[in-house]
């Protein structure tokens, strides 16, 4: 890190480098604690530091195990340190040893964040409903509890997001699923979006109907096409839905026309008046996902998605293939929906200089 320093204190322009950063992605687990404990807090701070216009910062993988004062310093003190920089307004946390305690504090010192993305553990210290989580612009919350975190979860009475638009909020079990419904109650009024990534391999949840009467005025709901249950649950419909967005797999799984079916079948126009199209939300190229498609069921995929309701592509396109194309130019691979786009101020400031940093930690 000690190079990265020196990068980020040189001058474009007469201004350093640092002052221009607007991410910045760190990974500390590869870091040998054990051995620079000091150094990875101070050296960790210095770059915060030298960045006093970050906007996004994001720690892709975390591990605190209980008891480590090391670990749990550093957090401590990169939270403090993130509570200095005025335009922060995203930040991602993922791996183990982030509980609803650092959350709280998070949202404590940060006071304009828009976009928030944590998996949670239990908490040693406190019950989970004794730890309210407040803020008045968060706009976007993805939420991960580790599985242990089920038999503690918490009621959300104490939460209060009244800017909250978008949740992302990912699915281990059917236990995890209900504690998303108390959350939507406190919430689902004035979200506009909904994403409920469904993490367990073998497992089909019918959780839709309970969902639904719950977002009046949502726009778009993401669904694991696959392992959400269509078939013989309660359909209240919707009157503001606009937008499906499916998450399809990559195996033989496409072949499962009797779900698909199921899931066009759920969503109609006689139930969802305003509904307009379902999105393949994947960002890889739709060639990606049709590969697994025998050639037996190609003329039944086209029927499927060129019905009443089009099913387009992640690109706008219609998502009829021809097997007889070659991979096209659907896409590079890039974010997919689970994450905003940052085009907007980067884009105004391409090529002043250094704009977005990634440090992998290791000794």
Not at 92 to 115: F, I, K, P, V
Not at 200 to 228: A, C, E, H, M, Q
Not at 237 to 255: D, E, P, Q, Y
Not at 310 to 329: C, L, M, Q, R, T
Request: charged content about 20%.
């Amino acid at each position: 890190m000690p190079l990265l320093a020196e990068l980020l204190d040189e001058r474009v322009g007469g201004v350093k480098q640092g002052w221009w950063t607007r991410r910045l992605d760190i990974d500390p687990h590869l870091f040998n604690t054990s051995l620079y404990p000091f150094s990875l807090i101070e050296e960790t701070l210095q770059l915060l530091e030298a960045m006093p216009n970050l906007e996004i910062f994001t720690i892709p993988s975390f591990e605190n195990p209980i008891n480590d004062p090391v670990n749990q310093s550093w957090l401590m003190d990169v939270q403090l340190d993130l509570g200095k920089l005025a335009h922060l307004r995203r930040v991602e946390w993922h791996g183990s040893g982030y509980d609803l305690l650092d959350l709280q504090r998070l949202t404590q010192l940060c006071a304009n964040l828009e976009h928030v993305a944590v998996t949670l553990e239990t908490s040693s210290e406190a019950s989970p409903d004794a730890v309210p989580i407040l803020h008045d612009k968060i706009q976007t919350l993805l939420l991960n509890w580790h599985e242990e975190f089920n038999f503690a979860s918490p009621s959300f009475t104490g939460w209060s997001l009244p800017s909250l638009q978008h949740i992302s909020y990912f699915v281990h079990d059917d236990q995890s699923i209900h504690m998303l419904f108390p959350l939507l109650r406190m919430h689902g009024a004035h979200l506009l979006s909904l994403e409920i990534p469904i993490l367990d391999r073998w497992i089909i949840l019918p959780y839709l109907g309970l969902v639904l009467s719950l977002v009046p005025n949502l726009d778009t709901i993401i669904l694991d096409v696959f392992k959400t249950d269509f078939v013989g649950v309660s359909n209240p419909g919707h009157a503001n839905l606009r937008c499906v967005g499916w998450r399809l797999r990559t195996n033989a799984a496409m072949n499962d026309f009797t779900t698909l079916h199921a899931a066009t079948q759920y969503f109609n126009i006689d139930l969802y008046p305003k509904l307009e199209r379902i999105e393949i939300i994947h960002p890889d190229p739709l060639s990606t996902y049709m590969e697994w498609i025998s050639l037996h069921f190609a003329q039944e995929w086209n029927d499927l998605v060129d019905g009443k309701i089009p099913v387009i592509d992640y690109h706008g396109n219609s998502a009829v293939i021809s097997f007889e194309d070659e991979a096209g130019d659907a896409g590079d691979g890039q974010e997919g929906m689970g994450n905003l786009e940052e085009g907007s101020y980067l884009s105004e400031h391409a090529g002043a200089s250094l704009l977005h940093v990634t440090v992998e930690i290791c000794c």
